[in-house]
C-alpha cells in the first residue's frame, strides 16, 4: 500500500470513472438493434447488457497487457502522465455522448494515453509501431470485416426466409437477437473493460507497484468489469437512438446478422490483443446489415457524420492528454486538482445541456434526431 500515493489513488478513480463513461457511451453497441426492433424492452436490454458486461471482464486479459505494456513505454509513464490521458478520454466521450455521435472509446482512451505520454516522456515514450499494429490497423480493418459480414448474413437471411410467414419470421429473429445482442455485451465486456484494466495495471506498474509486464491483479479485473457494467446499466439513450433508428431502418433479420457478424470480430480480436473499437465495428455491421436488404434506406449524412468523428477521435483527446499532462507535470498535485477541478467544470455543463432534450429508455425509439438547445432562439441539430 505505500505505493498507492495521492496521485495514484486519483488516477484510479478516473480510469474507473472512465469505464463507467464507456458503459453508457457503449451501451448502443450491443443494444441498439434490438431495442430498435423491438427484440427486448429498453430497460431489459441495458440490464442484460450490463450483467454480461461484468462477466464478459473476466474471460480475457490480452488487450490489458496490449494497454499496460504495448502502446506507451511503461518505464516512462507516470501516474501523472496517465491521469492527463484519462481526462481528454473522459470530457471527448461526454461531448459525443451529448451530440449522439457513436464514436470510438477506446480511440479516446487511446488518444488521450498517446498525447500525454508524448509531452510529458517525448515521443520515444510512445511505440508508434505497436499504435499502427494494434490500434490504426484495426480500426481500418474491422468495420469493412464486420459489414461485409452482416452484408452477406442479411442478404442470406432474406433469400432463405423469402417464402415464410413474415410475422413467423420477424418472430423468429426476435428471439435470435436476444441471443446475438447477449454475446455482443458479453464481447464488450470482454474488450473494453480490458482497456481500464490495462490503464490501472500501468499505473501501479508507473508506480512500483508492480513489476513491468504484470497482468491486471484480481481486484482490478474486479472493479473494471463492475465500472463498466453500472455504465451500461443507465443505458446511453442518446447513441443508442443513433445506431438504432439513424442509420438505416433496422428489421429484426438485420439486427440479428449485424450482432452476430460484431460479436465475431470482437471476440476474435480480444483474444489476439487487438484493441479494436467496439463501436466502429457494431456501426459497421448495421450499415452492413442495411445495405444487405433490398430497398432498406441507409441515412448516409448520419453515417458520414460518424466517420468524421472517428477520425478525429484520436487527435482530439490526445490534444487534451497533451494539454493536461503539461500542466500536470509541471504542477505536481496542484496541477493534477486544477485539472480534475476544470474537467469536473466542462463535465457538469455538458450533463446539465443534456438535460435540455433529453433522451431515455421512453422516447428513444421515437426520432432519428436529437437536438441540443442553447439559447431559446438557438438550435443545433445532431444525429443522436
Not at 501501479?204 to 482490478?220: E, K, R
Request: aromatic share 6%.
Amino acid at each position: 500500500m505505500d505505493h498507492i500515493t495521492f496521485l495514484v489513488a486519483v488516477v484510479i478513480v478516473t480510469a474507473l470513472a472512465f469505464d463507467f463513461t464507456n458503459g453508457f457511451h457503449d451501451t448502443a453497441n450491443a443494444m441498439a438493434t434490438s431495442i430498435a426492433t423491438g427484440a427486448l424492452r429498453p430497460r431489459t436490454a441495458v440490464l442484460i447488457s450490463g450483467v454480461l458486461n461484468v462477466v464478459g471482464a473476466f474471460l480475457s486479459t490480452e488487450v490489458a497487457k496490449t494497454i499496460s505494456g504495448g502502446i506507451v513505454d511503461d518505464t516512462l509513464v507516470t501516474p501523472g502522465m496517465i491521469f492527463a490521458g484519462l481526462v481528454g478520454a473522459i470530457l471527448w466521450n461526454l461531448a459525443t455522448w451529448l451530440l449522439g455521435l457513436p464514436s470510438s472509446s477506446s480511440h479516446a482512451l487511446f488518444g488521450g494515453l498517446i498525447g500525454a505520454v508524448w509531452v510529458g516522456a517525448g515521443e520515444h515514450g510512445v511505440h508508434f509501431d505497436k499504435v499502427v499494429e494494434k490500434v490504426l490497423i484495426p480500426a481500418v480493418a474491422s468495420p469493412l470485416i464486420a459489414g461485409v459480414a452482416a452484408l452477406i448474413a442479411t442478404y442470406l437471411a432474406y433469400r432463405i426466409t423469402a417464402r415464410a410467414r413474415q410475422k413467423t419470421v420477424t418472430k423468429g429473429f426476435r428471439l435470435g437477437q436476444i441471443a446475438s445482442a447477449s454475446l455482443v455485451s458479453l464481447a464488450h465486456g470482454t474488450n473494453d473493460a480490458q482497456k481500464t484494466m490495462g490503464v490501472i495495471t500501468l499505473t501501479l506498474i508507473s508506480a512500483g507497484a508492480l513489476g513491468h509486464d504484470a497482468g491486471p491483479p484480481l481486484w482490478v479485473i474486479a472493479s473494471a468489469g463492475l465500472a463498466i457494467g453500472l455504465g451500461t446499466y443507465l443505458g446511453g439513450w442518446r447513441i443508442i437512438r443513433t445506431m438504432g433508428k439513424g442509420l438505416t431502418d433496422i428489421q429484426s433479420p438485420q439486427g440479428f446478422a449485424a450482432e452476430a457478424a460484431s460479436t465475431t470480430v470482437i471476440l476474435t480480436s480480444a483474444h489476439l490483443g487487438f484493441a479494436l473499437s467496439t463501436t466502429q465495428v457494431c456501426s459497421g455491421g448495421i450499415l452492413g446489415a442495411g445495405l444487405g436488404r433490398r430497398l432498406a434506406e441507409v441515412r448516409w449524412g448520419t453515417a458520414g457524420r460518424m466517420v468524421v468523428a472517428w477520425l478525429v477521435t484520436l487527435p482530439a483527446a490526445a490534444l487534451v492528454g497533451g494539454l493536461s499532462a503539461s500542466v500536470v507535470t509541471h504542477g505536481g498535485n496542484f496541477g493534477t486538482v486544477v485539472i480534475a477541478l476544470l474537467a469536473l467544470a466542462v463535465a457538469t455543463f455538458i450533463v446539465v445541456m443534456s438535460r435540455r432534450n433529453p433522451v431515455h429508455a421512453s422516447n428513444v425509439n421515437e426520432t432519428h434526431e436529437v437536438s441540443v438547445r442553447g439559447a431559446a432562439s438557438t438550435q443545433v441539430s445532431t444525429a443522436a
